[in-house]
């Protein structure tokens, strides 16, 4: 009873969580009275069911963010078109905004109170488009990139030997993991050249590179750079950067109880949050930039990048500001993929007697296109003849 109270006070718009207090639905059907003049009669005329109207009321609520999160959800109540309401009963819900009011108390800070009105709304009637806010995601990805080199400029520092040496070794460790990431993308022969021309020029410096912080920032910044330039597409890109992502999880800390070991602890914390923060920021651009053929590929992306998004706010040592920065590209990419979730193809499975691929595609859409594809959702080993339980994409309305 406990889990089931607290779970249905958990709510979001467009990824943007607050509380839900109360939730009115209202629903009938669409009418039109016919009445005459100087007759005791009324005709009412039938015109179909109507959509739900839900009248929410709810709170905002937080502590460092509850400002970014107000921000946030007010931008994202007033933009048009269609949006996902995550009901605490009924799911995920398309819906359009029709009006909504926030209201703070002076004395109780760091709390709103909220009033939404949601009209359920069909997908294919003012459909948003998916790429809408991708140049605010390009912008605060270029912002955020600037703001973790000024970091790395600003926070590593050598002012001991020993420190210069692990500093070493944790690079040594990098410029390793990276040039066999990197070793594995099929691209264009120059890239792969410039970008192994960067190891390799880090690598024989390393000590001077190191000394010195702005030169330290400037060659992470260059390495990762070339290294994300691998991709050849947004995929590539994503999987590039996924796959680095993690870096320095295994090394183990050590008591920070002299001068020495703080610094030292410092400089690891501050290289694996660069090398982390822009593999997850180059990650999130990729992510609002790649081609999603179905529900499925959209929601592994969407975990993906929320299991890495949970692992780096949890050990880091950036600043509240720069985690707000983090927390709007987050956000605002999560909004892509709900609007995107309007349009996509969607996966559903059905159950066949022994049939061949080329006669189910033809008899479920009316031709062979999609024939190649649900052959991959299905990874058919042989197509001339298949059963059970069969994915299909989701014809459309």
Sequence with gaps: ?????????????????????????????????????????????????????FEVDGTLTGDILYSVEKRLLENTLNEAGIGIFRHPFLGDINVVV?????????????EASLKITFEESTANIFPKQAGDNISRINELVEDLSDIVDGYVANNF?????????????????????????????NTDQDDLN??????????????????NSTDLSS?????????????????????????????????VDFPTDTTISIERQKNRDTLDGCINGKSLINAYNAAAQRTYLNDQEL??????????????????????????????IRNQVNIFFLNLKIT??????????????????????????????ILELNDIYDPSLLSGDVKILEQEA
């Design 194 to 211: 410039q970008f192994f021309g960067q190891i390799q020029q880090m690598t024989d410096n390393l000590f001077p590179i190191i000394s």
């Design 1 to 53: 009873m406990t889990v089931l109270f607290f779970e249905l006070h958990r709510t979001a718009y467009r990824s943007i969580p607050f509380l839900l207090n109360s939730i009115q639905t209202t629903q009938g059907r669409k009418t039109v009275t016919h009445e005459y003049p100087n007759q005791k009669a009324r005709f009412v005329e039938d015109l179909g069911q109507n959509l739900r109207t």
């Design 219 to 251: 060659n992470l910044s260059n390495t990762l750079f070339l290294y994300d330039n691998l991709g050849t597409d947004a995929s590539k890109r994503l999987d590039l950067n996924s796959n680095l992502f993690g870096f320095g999880s295994g090394q």
């Design 344 to 373: 996509v193809d969607k996966i559903i499975t059905v159950i066949t007697k022994p049939i061949a691929l080329t006669v189910l595609t033809y008899q479920y859409y009316g031709n062979l296109d999609k024939r190649e594809e």
């Design 98 to 110: 029709t009006s909504f009011s926030i209201t703070e108390d002076m004395t109780t800070l760091g």
């Design 299 to 328: 929601a592994s992306t969407e975990e993906q990048l929320e299991a890495n998004y949970q692992i780096f706010i949890s050990d880091n040592n950036f600043t509240e500001s720069m985690l707000a920065d983090l927390e709007e």
């Design 157 to 185: 520092t050598t002012n001991y030997g020993d420190n210069i040496a692990d500093a070493s070794n944790v690079l040594g460790d990098f410029l390793t993991n990276v040039g066999q990431l990197g070793s594995r993308a």
